[in-house]
Nanobody
Framework: VQLQASGGGLVQAGGSLRLSCAASGRSVSDWRMAWFRQGPGNEREFVAA????????WYTDSVKGRFTISRETAKDTVFLQMNNLKPEDMTVYYC????????????????WGQGTLVTVSS
């Protein structure tokens, strides 16, 4: 499975970006998909996840009400709509796919994309 993330860029504080992650090589329609982020010298942290059917989502507290994760199963693609971006959101975002039981843990995800950089200017 290969995951290709895109959509990062430069945005002013309060602005919006939409990240995309497309899977290839194998369908991920029956796996959970997630977004993590990692800044320099920091651990990779959970941001959001969505179950295989798209009916259940999870978010870290700091993005609740601002970020929305969704998926288009037919295209094996997951999205992260990020609104009201803050300077503290600025970092590299990674998409992931997997079937581990602990939703917010990195080792629950077997496949990772290459990361896309989000820059937020204040």
């Amino acid at each position: 499975v290969q995951l290709q993330a895109s959509g990062g860029g430069l945005v002013q504080a309060g602005g919006s970006l939409r990240l995309s992650c497309a899977a290839s090589g194998r369908s991920v329609s029956d796996w959970r998909m997630a977004w993590f982020r990692q800044g320099p010298g920091n651990e990779r942290e959970f941001v959001a996840a969505i179950n295989w059917s798209g009916t259940t989502t999870w978010y870290t507290d700091s993005v609740k009400g601002r970020f929305t994760i969704s998926r288009e199963t037919a295209k094996d693609t997951v999205f992260l709509q990020m609104n009201n971006l803050k300077p503290e959101d600025m970092t590299v975002y990674y998409c992931a796919a997997g079937y581990g039981t602990e939703i917010k843990r990195r080792n629950s995800y077997q496949y990772w994309g290459q990361g896309t950089l989000v820059t937020v200017s204040s």
